[in-house]
């Protein structure tokens, strides 16, 4: 990896209008000096997962880990379905379990709704078990008072709020000093 800072944005939902990955598009256009920002688009394309393939070549599995390799920092939103963790997101991480990708990895994990609570703590579980390092300072959790997405809003509208923009530009500070201080060690 070069001297410059890379994060990776992953969203586990692939609506086009997911809050999610509206929250990824906010923090790309606040995205500091320094820091290069990547939103990963290309979960649609990794196959379903199955351990008798994993040995096979597959392009769009070589992709997301080549990615994830890159990345100094990786910033995950993702919404909870059903009560769980979406299927698109635990199908990508069940393609990297056994080849670390992870392994010592730093991680933001925003929870960007008030009503999700189960997803986001079996997400938090796996990549734990997986070898990511959950920074907790850049794991905020959205309240009512402070949310950090709006329903039906656009990443511009989200920047254009003064308390949200605020929001995002202190979590890049965090994770900004998250990757200094790991890339120290």
Not at 38 to 56: A, G, M, R
Not at 117 to 128: N, P, T, V
Not at 130 to 158: I, Q
């Amino acid at each position: 990896m070069c001297n410059g800072k890379h994060v990776l944005g992953v969203s586990g939902s692939l609506r086009a209008a997911s809050l999610n990955t509206v929250f990824l598009r906010a923090m790309s256009l606040l995205c500091p000096v320094g820091i290069t920002f990547e939103i990963y688009d290309s979960l649609d394309k990794i196959p379903l997962f199955n351990v008798d393939d994993e040995s096979k070549p597959k392009p769009a599995v070589d992709h997301w880990r080549n990615a994830l390799s890159r990345a100094d920092l990786i910033l995950i939103a993702s919404p909870e379905y059903a009560h769980g963790v979406t299927g698109v997101i635990k199908n990508a991480l069940d393609w990297i379990v056994s080849s670390g990708e992870l392994l010592d990895k730093p991680l933001s994990l925003p929870n960007l709704s008030v009503r999700a609570h189960l997803a986001h703590s079996q997400l938090s579980e796996i990549l734990s078990v997986m070898g990511a390092v959950l920074t907790e300072e850049c794991c905020p959790r959205s309240t009512l008072d402070a949310p950090y997405t709006l329903p039906d809003a656009t990443e511009f509208a989200l920047i254009e709020n003064a308390q949200i923009c605020s929001r995002l530009n202190e979590l890049w500070r965090k994770i900004e000093l998250v990757i200094t201080n790991t890339k120290k060690l």
